[in-house]
């Protein structure tokens, strides 16, 4: 059972930072890791794939890097719209979610 | 356009069993690759994946939750069905089900739509 860390757990930044969040998988998971954006009362989107593919749609700003074990979610300048909270998941064997990240105003 | 509803009864007792239906348009899960899979949130927690079901009836099961939970299809209905037994307080959940995608080549595969969910209680 592969196990996925997210971290920070929350962070607050202010409109255009530059905001990282990670994910680290419990062992080896190659390029299979997902980034899913999550607004409250809504169901999770995806933003990217492959940990570095853009989903259609999905604004430029957003960007993942990663292999491996560690992984990396970069919004390049934060929008009103991108506070929300935001999850990483494990698709090499099945799926499994990180704990979330919840971003905030500062 | 692809869409999925969760429904089922959101109130269950302690030790009840929960059944869950997701009704689906867009898509066949007849299709090589295609699969729906259920994932649940607790109130303010995090998504947890709870089973997949594929094209060619494969089942796959959260290890720490497999001796409870059961998937089925029914693709003439355009349905999934999830059992979940033995249903504690700590079940206590948005249930979302959602369509995994996977491309023709290879194995990468995501969830990219996803139904609007339904929030189930267990309390006496």
């Known amino acids: 059972d592969i196990q996925m860390t997210q971290s920070p757990s929350s962070l607050s930044a202010s409109v255009g930072d530059r905001v990282t969040i990670t994910c680290r998988a419990s062992q080896s998971i190659s390029n299979f890791l997902n980034w899913y954006q999550q607004e409250p009362g809504k169901a999770p989107k995806i933003l990217i794939y492959?940990?570095?593919s853009l989903q259609s749609g999905v604004p430029s700003r957003f960007s993942g890097s990663g292999s491996g074990t560690d992984f990396t979610l970069t919004i390049s300048s934060l929008q009103p719209e991108d506070f929300a909270t935001y999850f990483c998941q494990q698709c090499y064997s099945n799926a499994g979610f990180g704990g979330g990240t919840k971003v905030e105003i500062k | 356009q692809i869409t999925l509803k969760e429904s089922g009864p959101t109130l269950v007792k302690p030790t009840e069993t929960l059944t869950l239906t997701c009704t689906f348009s867009g898509f066949s899960l007849n299709t090589f690759g295609v699969g729906v899979g259920w994932i649940r949130q607790p109130p303010g927690g995090a998504l947890e994946w709870l089973t997949l079901i594929y094209w060619d009836d494969d089942k796959r099961y959260s290890p720490s939750l497999q001796s409870r939970l059961t998937i089925t299809k029914d693709t003439s209905k355009h349905q999934v069905v999830l059992t979940m037994t033995n249903m504690d307080p700590v079940d206590t959940a948005t249930y979302y089900c959602?369509?995994?995608?996977?491309?023709?080549?290879?194995?990468?595969?995501?969830?990219?739509?996803w139904g609007q969910g339904t929030l189930v209680t267990v309390s006496s």
């Open positions: 959602a369509h995994r995608h996977k491309f023709l080549t290879g194995n990468m595969n995501y969830f990219d739509s």
């Open positions: 492959g940990a570095s």
